[in-house]
């Protein structure tokens, strides 16, 4: 999202946050500091994007109280974040915008990697398109 949105607003990434724009990444049952699994490191890499620095984070209070828009891979991510912060509904979206899940390719192999990164790559696009970001 982050490389998707610097190239929409012709900047690098990191300059988004002094324009405004944060872009954050956190799970329904993540653990605080968990690393990036070897196969989704490597798969990103291989789209030119560095996971190795990557910490997870469980979603906050806090990140959906500053939240414009949150963005979940399924209809079950959807309906957790609904159940702890109804008051949200308005901005939590499927990142397929109602066209189905993207399950986690968690344990699987490097090819399933690979094809969710497809998957996700085309609706980001998708939502770097349609954002008001000017």
Known sequence: MKKRIAERLKCPAAELEDRGIVVTSAGISAAPGGRAALEA??????????????????????????????????????????QQWPEAEDRVHLISQGRGDVPDPIGGPLEQYRRCAEQLDAYVAEWVRKLPLE
């Not at 910490?55 to 990140?63: A, G």
């Not at 939240?67 to 891979?73: F, G, K, N, W």
């Open 41 to 82: 490191i490597e798969t990103l890499r291989e789209r030119g994007l560095d996971l190795g620095q990557h910490e997870s984070q469980p979603l906050s209070d806090r990140v959906v109280r500053f939240a414009d828009v949150i963005i979940a891979m399924t209809r079950g991510h959807r309906e957790a974040i609904l």
